[in-house]
């Protein structure tokens, strides 16, 4: 079996992360059958430099054309890059937007797990923490006001600025039957995080919600206000299974519940259509600091690898593989320094992709 592969190596840590991941992802390849066939993609400010956009016609019907799309982290500093000086629409990030729309990657599935192995690296007290928790954050990903219309104008020589945030039925629709498929094949309990106390479109999201519960009545769900959620996660994160939240809210509740695993490092992500096409990417972002210096812990990417094996190619035995090489690696004792601890051994980007690569049987 081949299949065809668009790798967004992107901007920061990118190049580095998404090397490790290949590397892994074409060392289980070996093992179970199959080889991989990458074609490179510019996407941010690499293709910025490249082609003056963050995203060509040409980038676009290459991903289209593949079996998944792999990709690393884009965008810089937005504080010094020259990326930022360019209009809104031709930063890194409008890249990433667009690829998502163009390819109606509705939904962004971002799991939350905490590794026992690092109990130590989560902010949180013993007593909260538990036994762990393993939860999936289920974002809406090309609706809402990300998409919304957007405009700054002046009025009597006053700025404004409006955003838009607009959700219709269907698309509450496609992403609440998403959360509840998966959380059957979890713990069977859904929290639909919304702000139904102010906002309109939460109140359909609400509405719509309720609807497609009626077809999962194994599944409990509740609804939650998001700030309430905020404030859940940090109090008590192991009442948490699937999360079912709209884009602006998800983006914010994600990078909390990664945190409070304490090793955002680690996290994956998958955003899919309709079908089994999807894009795999770390949820982290592109660490321009760190970038270059072979630091940067590469398992987010490798578990987000082994999540495009899992949901794009059906190759599940090979990414159960990645994920119990990924455990051996941490049991063995080997970290990156952001997840690092003392009477660990500290290694550096490259080597915890051939550690984890060695690994896989
Ligand atoms: C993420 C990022 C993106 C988002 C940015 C880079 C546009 O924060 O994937 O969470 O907001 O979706
Ligand atoms: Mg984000």
């Not at 290949?22 to 990458?38: H, I, P, Q």
Request: hydrophobic fraction near 40%; charge should be negative.
């Amino acid at each position: 079996m081949n299949y065809k592969i668009a790798a967004i190596a992107g901007d920061g840590i990118g190049p580095e992360i998404v090397a490790e991941a290949r590397k892994v992802l074409d060392k289980a390849g070996e093992k179970f059958g199959f080889t991989l066939d990458y074609t490179d993609v510019l996407m941010g400010g690499a293709s910025i430099d490249v082609h003056g956009v963050p995203l060509t016609d040409e980038a676009i019907e290459i991903c289209k054309k593949s079996d998944a799309v792999l990709m690393g982290s884009i965008g810089g500093n937005t504080s010094t890059s020259p990326w930022y000086k360019l209009e809104p629409s031709k930063r890194p990030e409008a890249g990433l937007l667009a690829l998502r729309k163009a390819l109606n990657l509705f939904a962004n599935l971002r799991p939350a797990v905490l590794y026992e192995q690092l109990k130590g690296a989560c902010p949180l007290r013993d007593e909260i923490i538990g036994d762990g928790f393993d939860m999936m954050i289920m974002r809406e990903l090309t609706g809402g006001l990300y998409f919304g219309e957007r405009k700054t104008v002046e009025e009597n020589g006053v700025k404004k600025a409006y955003d838009s945030l607009t959700y219709d039925e269907n698309e509450i629709r496609r992403i609440a039957k998403r959360g509840f498929d998966i959380a059957m094949k979890r713990n069977k309990k859904v929290t639909s995080v919304d702000k139904a106390n102010v906002l309109d479109s939460s109140r359909l999201w609400r509405q719509v919600v309720e609807e497609v519960a009626k077809d999962y009545p194994e599944v409990t769900y509740e609804h939650m206000l998001v700030d309430n959620c905020a404030m859940q996660l940090v109090r008590d994160p192991k009442q948490f299974d699937v999360i079912l939240t709209e884009n602006m809210f998800g983006d914010i509740l994600s990078d909390e519940a990664s945190m409070v695993t304490g090793s955002i490092g680690m996290l994956a992500s998958a955003s899919l259509n309709e079908t089994k096409f999807g894009l795999y990417e770390p949820s982290h972002g592109s660490a321009p600091d760190i970038a270059g210096q072979d630091i940067a812990n590469p398992i987010a990417t490798i578990l987000s690898a082994a999540m495009l094996l899992r949901f794009s190619l059906d190759q599940d035995k090979a990414a159960d593989a990645i994920e119990a090489a990924v455990k051996k690696v941490l049991e063995d004792g080997y970290r990156t320094i952001d997840i690092m601890s003392e009477g660990k051994t500290q290694v550096g980007t490259k080597k915890m992709g051939d550690l984890i690569a060695e690994r896989i049987s």
